[in-house]
C-alpha cells in the first residue's frame, strides 16, 4: 500500500554523529558539498543509463541526461536536479536516514585524527556525500520519482537535527531534485560566478553536463542591451583518457586523479596510453605516492573505473588488476568489450584478460621507471606500499621477477631506514658468496643484535634484514634473484667460507655435554657446535626449510584459528667460548651436578632472548641469573 501521509522518521543514531561532524569539523572546505551532490546526480544518470541498457523502455524517451543547477535568489535555495534513477519511497528512507554504512564508524573515528586539509577527501570515501548538504543549508528537501512506469515521487526533507519527513509528491519523469534552503551566510552558493568556479574546480570532469540557465545581455536590434536566459554547461566533460598525452596538463592529471581515486594525496607516476593491436583500448592509471588514506583503514574500494565508449560499467573493476596493484586507480576504456559485462562475467571475458596483461605489465614498467629516475620518490612511495607488491612476490608466480627487480630491504650494511635493490645486493657479493642471505625479525635493532650474524660480518658478508610480516612469505617465495638462491641465515649450516664445520675431534669433546643438554632441555632437538658464532656464546636455529622463529611468532600472533605447532630448535654453542669450555669442564668433571642442567638452561634461554622469543618460564631464568649473582657477589673475584 502507498503511504497518503506525511511520516517523521528518525535518523539512525551514527548518522546524526556523522552530521554532527560533517558540519562542525569539515567547515571550512564546506564548498565540496556541491561535488558531493553532482557527483550523487551523476552516479544516478549512470545508473539508469546502465539499466537502460537491458530495459530501453526505462527511458521513457528521456535520453537527454543532464544535472541541472538552479540557484534562486528570492526564495534563497539551490537546487540540484538530475534524471537519474531516482529513489522510491523506500530507498529514499534507506540511503537518506537510516541505512548504516560499513565505514559510517570507521569515518566517525578517522575524521577527528585527520589532518584538516585532508577531510574533503573523507567525505566521498566513505559514503556520506548527501549530508554535507547540511553544511551549507538548515534545510534539505529532496524530491525524487524512481525510474519505470508505476511509481510516484516523494518528497523527503529534514533540517539535519535528528529527524526528516516522506510525504507523497508530484514530478514529472523521472530523477531527483535536492533543494537546499541556504543558511544566511552561505548565500554566496546562490551567486552565478561561485558555482561556475566551482564546477570548474570539482566536477569538470563530470561525464554528463552540469547546465544552468544564466542570463546574458546581449546587444538587441535598436543597439541597447537586451537580457536573455541561455542555457549553459558549465563542465568540460572532457574524457581525460581519450585525449592524447600531450595535450593533458599535470593540473588536469590531479584533479582526475582525485575525482577517480576520492585520494588528496600526490600521484608519483601517472600511466596513459592508447593500446593498439587486436584489442584497443585506453588506460589512464595513476600510482599515488603515499598510501592513500581511506585505503590505509581498509576502506578503499580497489580497482580502476571501466568504461566502455565512455559509459562508466564499473566504478572499481577489481578484474582489471592483481591484489597487489590494489593501490593503482583510474580509468580504463574498451570499445570492444560488450556493454553487458557484469562483475561476474568480466571475470572471464578472454578481452578482459588481455587488457588486464598488459595494463599490469605496464605499472610494473611505470614502478621500474620510477626506481630508475626517481630513486627517492620511489622509496618513499615503497616504504608504504611495497608491503602491497611484496604480496605479488608471494603469491603471482607469474610476476615474481619483475616484482623482485622492484623489492628495497633494508640490510646490514644499509643505514637505517635506507634500502638496498636485490640487484645492488648481489652486485656487491664478495665472489666466494654464493646466496643471498637474509635474516627475519622484529625490527632492524633487534635483528643486529642477533649473534647468527656473527660470522657474516666478521666476514664482511651483507645480509638483509626482513622485518615486513609479508617477507617471510615473499622471500621464501622468491627462492633464488639472478640464479643465487635466497637463504635464511638462521636456518640449517653456513658456508665453509663464512665459518668451516668444527673438527671432529672439537665435535667429539663436546659429544658428552650435547647429549646431557639436549635431554635436559625440552625445547631443545639436538645441541651442536656452532660455526656461525664468533662472539656470543649461544645461538638458536632451524633447520632448513623448517619454519623460523619469526615466522612462527608472527602466526601465532595472527591469532584466531591459527594452531600454530612449536617447533624444536636446534641450540649451537659456541666452542671457543670460555662460558661454553667451563660447562663442558664442570660436566666432565661431575656429569650429575645439577648446575650442569641450569647453566645449559641460561645459555638456551639467551638464544631465545637474543632471537627476539618470548621466554617460557622467565621467572626460573630469573632464579638461574640470580643464583650465578650471588656467587659472583660473594667471591668477586
Ligand atoms: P554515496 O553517494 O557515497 O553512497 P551519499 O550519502 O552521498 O553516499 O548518498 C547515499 C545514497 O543515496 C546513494 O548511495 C544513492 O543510493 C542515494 N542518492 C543520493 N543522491 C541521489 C540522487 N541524486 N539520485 C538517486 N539516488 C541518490
Redesign the pocket.
Known amino acids: 500500500m502507498t503511504e497518503t501521509r506525511t511520516e517523521t522518521l528518525e535518523f539512525r543514531s551514527e548518522l546524526r554523529q556523522v552530521l554532527h561532524l560533517i558540519t562542525h569539523s569539515l567547515y571550512s572546505h564546506r564548498e565540496v558539498f556541491l561535488r ?1 551532490l553532482i557527483s ?2 551523476s ?2 544518470i549512470d545508473k539508469i543509463r546502465f539499466a537502460a541498457l537491458a530495459d530501453e523502455g526505462l527511458l521513457e524517451g528521456d535520453h537527454d541526461f543532464k544535472i541541472r543547477l538552479l540557484a534562486d535568489e528570492a526564495a534563497g535555495t539551490l537546487t540540484v536536479s ?1 534524471n ?4 522510491t519511497r523506500d ?1 529514499a528512507v534507506e ?2 536516514g537510516t541505512i548504516a554504512k560499513s565505514g559510517t564508524r570507521a569515518f566517525l573515528e578517522k575524521l577527528s585524527e585527520t589532518d584538516p586539509e585532508k577531510r574533503p577527501g573523507l567525505i ?1 570515501q566513505f ?5 554535507s548538504a547540511f553544511m551549507v543549508a538548515d534545510k534539505v528537501a529532496v524530491t ?1 520519482r524512481a525510474a519505470g512506469a508505476g511509481h510516484t515521487a516523494v518528497r523527503w526533507e529534514s533540517d539535519g537535527q535528528g529527524t526528516f519527513t516522506v510525504e507523497p509528491a508530484e514530478r514529472a519523469g523521472r530523477g ?1 531534485d ?1 533543494v537546499l534552503h541556504l543558511k544566511d551566510d552561505e548565500k554566496e552558493f546562490l551567486k552565478e560566478w561561485r558555482l561556475r568556479q566551482l564546477v570548474k574546480q570539482f566536477s569538470d570532469f563530470v561525464e554528463h553536463p552540469v547546465v544552468m540557465d544564466v542570463e546574458r545581455s546581449e546587444p538587441g536590434p535598436d543597439g541597447k542591451g537586451e537580457k536573455k536566459t541561455v542555457t549553459e554547461t558549465l563542465n568540460s566533460q572532457k574524457a581525460l583518457w581519450l585525449r592524447p598525452k600531450t595535450g593533458v596538463t599535470k593540473e588536469e592529471y590531479e584533479s582526475f586523479y582525485r575525482l577517480v581515486s576520492g585520494d588528496y594525496g600526490e600521484v608519483a607516476k601517472t600511466i596513459h596510453y592508447a593500446a593498439e593491436g587486436t584489442t584497443e583500448f585506453n588506460v589512464l592509471l595513476f600510482i599515488p605516492a603515499r598510501m592513500p588514506v581511506a585505503f590505509r583503514w581498509g576502506e578503499a574500494k580497489v580497482g580502476p573505473r571501466l568504461y566502455v565508449r565512455r559509459v562508466l560499467i564499473m566504478d572499481h573493476c577489481e578484474a582489471l588488476l592483481p591484489p597487489w596493484l590494489r593501490f593503482v586507480s583510474g580509468v580504463v576504456d574498451c570499445p570492444d568489450l560488450p556493454l553487458n559485462v557484469s562483475r561476474e562475467t568480466v571475470q572471464r571475458n578472454p578481452i578482459l584478460d588481455r587488457i588486464r596483461k598488459n595494463v599490469v605489465k605496464s605499472v610494473l614498467k611505470a614502478l621500474e621507471e620510477l626506481k630508475k629516475d626517481e630513486p627517492e620518490a620511489y622509496a618513499s612511495f615503497f616504504k608504504e606500499l611495497g608491503t602491497v607488491l611484496k604480496e605479488g612476490v608471494a603469491r603471482d608466480h607469474e610476476h615474481r621477477a619483475a616484482l623482485a627487480d622492484l623489492l628495497l630491504v633494508e640490510s646490514v650494511k644499509t643505514e637505517g631506514g635506507k634500502r638496498t635493490t636485490l640487484a645492488d645486493y648481489v652486485a656487491a657479493m664478495p665472489e666466494e658468496q654464493k646466496e643471498i642471505w637474509t635474516l627475519s625479525g622484529e625490527s632492524r635493532e633487534q635483528l643486529l643484535g642477533s649473534p647468527v650474524l656473527e660470522a657474516f660480518r666478521a666476514k664482511g658478508w651483507d645480509v638483509l634484514l626482513l622485518t615486513d610480516p609479508v617477507d617471510e612469505f615473499a622471500f621464501p617465495a622468491l627462492e633464488s634473484y639472478k640464479e643465487k638462491p635466497v637463504r635464511a641465515a638462521d636456518r640449517g649450516g653456513v658456508p665453509d667460507a663464512v665459518g668451516a664445520p668444527p673438527p671432529a675431534e672439537e665435535s667429539a669433546r663436546f659429544a658428552s655435554l650435547f647429549a646431557t643438554l639436549a635431554s635436559r632441555i625440552p625445547d631443545v632437538k639436538e645441541v651442536r657446535l656452532s660455526s656461525r658464532l664468533t662472539e656470543s656464546a649461544s645461538c638458536l636455529v632451524a633447520e632448513e626449510g623448517e619454519m623460523g622463529a619469526n615466522m612462527e611468532r608472527l602466526l601465532r600472533n595472527a591469532g584466531a584459528g591459527v594452531d600454530v605447532k612449536e617447533s624444536k630448535r636446534i641450540l649451537e654453542l659456541n666452542g671457543s667460548h670460555p662460558a661454553v669450555e667451563a660447562l663442558r669442564a664442570l660436566h666432565e668433571k661431575a656429569p650429575d651436578d645439577p648446575r650442569v642442567e641450569s647453566f645449559g638452561k641460561l645459555l638456551y634461554e639467551q638464544a631465545v632472548i637474543a632471537e627476539g622469543s618470548k621466554l617460557k618460564d622467565p621467572a626460573g631464568f630469573a632464579k638461574r641469573v640470580n643464583e650465578l649473582l650471588v656467587k659472583g657477589a660473594i667471591d668477586p673475584a
Do not use: K, P, R, S
Open positions: 558531493e550523487n546526480a552516479d544516478a538530475d537519474g534513477v531516482g529513489m530507498e540511503n537518506l566521498g559514503g556520506v556525500g548527501f549530508y525524487t531527483t535536492v
